[in-house]
């Protein structure tokens, strides 16, 4: 294990170079993400010891947003402070937010051709499969306990009575707390990375230490990173109206940012269920092609909401040109997700690593997770049934058919994401072809 004493700081000018890498490769979801960084930071270049690592890890699992991209905001932050949190934050989202925006236009330039719906086909089974792989994952992590799986199936039962997501966080969150305090047994806490560091301990490169200063320097954090995610979202309103698509969706992924507990997936059944049954932004097929497309992309699975973004940009346009509004739109929406993670990351930064060694935030992060076992189980179940629902018996067997060999593919031979959806899309392509 590395040691504090063999730590190296790079130059700003290395550690933007990382940062750019680490954006273009991070394929794999959270898990590969995070473990690209383990990787490359702890054992090999040696600019972060592993108790540090991993209690900012716990840290971020906690926080809402997406945890690997708010753990590269923090490792730069420790390298480098404030320019270098934003810098590792931003790179990490950048390249794959392009690559998904230039997919998105071709998705609603081209998506009605027959190979390209084939394509969206294969995509959309894949998800299924990917989902469950996911939730079978998860749950086997996490669901260790007769409490743990009391919490997941109250999860998923609450979400098919309608209760919004922040309520179901809140309550599991609320039960870890108590469950610490009484029978902490009963939610295994993660384990020790080592001891906190003392509150006079100032992270390398970062400034200053928590102390009255750190607190300071926090709340103008707050107060700037705020006014930064906020006035730009009131400017659109002024200029478009409070009733334009664009200022609609900045308020609703602004409020859907501050409930992204326990990865992207937890959040899709609510953010699916308001774009598609409450605004009418897209429909459910076009919300499974998107988190397919995501998939093949870089970068936090959450980006799947730009899609989202560019689509009721362009089905519901408030300027003239329907890709202007959809870029919009996206970009939009891309503020909403992404500005919150900063303010909760630069303005907490200085505190993280003691929080991440307190046992009932453990215990907390590992009732919310549990809960969100139940609500992946429920976006399983969703989008099985809205593409399977309408479709020929031959489309129906060609989607269980793809659904089955991926999620073996992916539970069984470990197939890399990054291949098992392109050839879904291939299968889907060339089964269209020949219907």
């Not at 093949?296 to 689509?311: A, D, K, Y």
């Not at 629902?389 to 269980?400: A, K, S, T």
Request: glycine share 10%; proline share 8%.
């Amino acid at each position: 294990m590395t040691s504090p004493t063999d730590m190296q700081t790079p130059t700003f000018t290395a550690a933007l170079r990382f940062w750019l890498l680490l954006g273009c490769i991070s394929f794999g979801g959270p898990a590969g993400q995070i473990a690209v960084m383990h990787d490359e930071l702890v054992e090999r270049r040696r600019w972060v010891d592993e108790p540090t690592f991993m209690r900012a890890l716990d840290v971020c699992m906690l926080l809402p947003g997406p945890e690997a991209m708010q753990l590269a905001t923090w490792l730069g932050w420790r390298l480098h402070g404030m320019r270098g949190g934003i810098a590792a934050g931003a790179l990490f989202v950048l390249p794959a937010a392009l690559l998904l925006g230039l997919l998105s236009w071709l998705y609603v330039r081209f998506g009605r051709m027959p190979v390209a719906e084939g394509v969206m086909l294969g995509l959309q089974a894949a998800v299924v499969a990917i989902i469950v792989h996911a939730l079978l994952r998860i749950g086997g992590r996490v669901v260790r306990t007769p409490f743990a799986a009391v919490l997941a199936v109250a999860a998923l039962a609450a979400v098919v009575a309608g209760a919004p997501f922040p309520l179901i966080v809140a309550v599991a969150a609320a039960a870890g707390l108590a469950v610490a305090a009484r029978r902490p047994h009963w939610l295994p806490a993660s384990a020790p990375h080592g001891p906190a560091p003392p509150p006079s301990a100032a992270p390398p490169g970062a400034v200053g230490s928590t102390t009255h200063g750190d607190i300071r320097r926090s709340v103008r954090a707050v107060v700037v990173l705020a006014l930064v995610w906020w006035l730009p979202l009131l400017a659109v309103g002024a200029w478009l109206g409070t009733a334009s698509t664009a200022f609609a969706m900045g308020l609703f992924f602004s409020k859907a940012a501050l409930v992204t507990f326990g990865g992207a997936y937890a959040v899709l059944p609510y953010v699916a269920q308001q774009a598609v049954d409450v605004h009418g932004w897209l429909g459910p097929g076009q919300m499974m092609a998107g988190l397919g497309l995501a998939e093949t992309t870089p970068g936090p699975l959450i980006l799947v909401l730009e899609f989202v973004g560019f689509v009721g940009g362009w089905q519901q346009p408030d300027l003239a040109s329907p890709l202007a509004s959809a870029v919009l739109c996206a970009a939009v929406t891309l503020w909403a997700t992404f500005l919150p993670s900063f303010l909760f990351v630069l303005a907490g930064a200085p505190w993280f690593e003691r929080l991440g060694a307190m046992p009932r935030v453990a215990a907390a992060l590992s009732a919310v997770t549990a809960a969100v076992v139940g609500v992946i189980a429920h976006l399983a179940l969703w989008f099985a049934a809205a593409l399977l629902r309408d479709e020929p018996l031959w489309r129906q067997g060609l989607v269980v058919l793809i659904a089955a060999v991926a999620y073996y593919g992916l539970s069984r031979r470990r197939w890399p994401v990054a291949l098992v959806v392109p050839a879904a899309a291939a299968v889907g392509a060339l089964a269209e072809l020949a219907g």
